[in-house]
């Protein structure tokens, strides 16, 4: 369809042959086009990555700058941003999001469009939501990736952590079986000087480890009473 595109600079109206495409996720103007017509680029924060009907990336590489613009078309007025892109074969596409937000009515036969379904506030700036491959979307995409990239070196810093706490921990205990097992042996070789060695076979009772332990509670245990005042 025809429309008319108002720069806002200098306020200089052309009238231009737009395709509506419910394919596009964005509104998109060719760069040639841009340039022709000496439209005033806005350079974006960060290029937008562009992906073909068959899921390629543009040629031409990805959107890097967007324009501002009025729009006109039978007495509709509206101000919009409209991405510039290389290898464009239409001047201007106007995409889903235009289409989602005027909601035309469009006589397939003849072609015709017309706005009377449009939204209260209709003619006011508005900047299109794009799809998947929009700048909004690619932004919000990226940063749930970093954070997703972040809390997964967290969890390895973390494991790597408990590993590597859980190694010192078995270390500590591999150390200290070996120094009860070294002192029980020490123990044992002490004693066995000073036991007759007919009892050696029952050696490990005499060991310090043995002789500082409590014994095992018997059916004949019985307490000793200690009468009041009593000093041994």
């Not at 290029?47 to 613009?69: A, K, L, W, Y």
């Amino acid at each position: 369809m025809k429309i008319g595109l108002e720069r806002i600079d200098t306020q200089e109206g052309i009238t231009v042959e737009a395709l509506l495409d419910s394919e596009a996720t964005g509104l998109v103007m060719s760069s040639d086009f841009a340039k022709k017509q000496g439209f005033k680029l806005k350079r974006l924060e960060r290029p937008m990555q562009v992906r073909n009907v068959d899921g390629s990336f543009n040629r031409e590489g990805p959107i890097e700058n967007t324009i501002e613009v009025n729009i006109y078309y039978q007495g509709h007025r509206e101000r919009t941003e409209i991405d510039v892109i290389g290898g464009q074969k239409w001047s201007v596409i106007l995409g889903m999001p235009w289409l989602a937000r005027h909601n035309p009515e469009i006589a397939w036969r003849t072609g015709e469009v017309k706005m009377t379904r449009c939204p209260e506030e209709c003619g006011k700036q508005w900047r299109p939501v794009q799809g998947k491959s929009g700048w909004e979307k690619q932004k919000e995409e990226e940063a749930k990736e970093e954070a997703g990239k972040r809390r997964k070196e967290k969890e390895k810093r973390k494991k790597q952590k408990k590993g590597k706490m859980m190694e010192v921990k078995k270390v500590a205990e591999e150390w200290e079986i070996w120094d009860e097992e070294e002192e029980a042996a020490r123990s044992e070789e002490e004693a066995k000087k000073l036991v007759p060695e007919k009892f050696h076979q029952w050696i490990k009772v005499f060991g310090k480890k043995q002789s500082e332990r409590m014994p095992m509670r018997k059916l004949w245990d019985h307490a000793i009473d200690v009468r009041e005042g009593f000093i041994p």
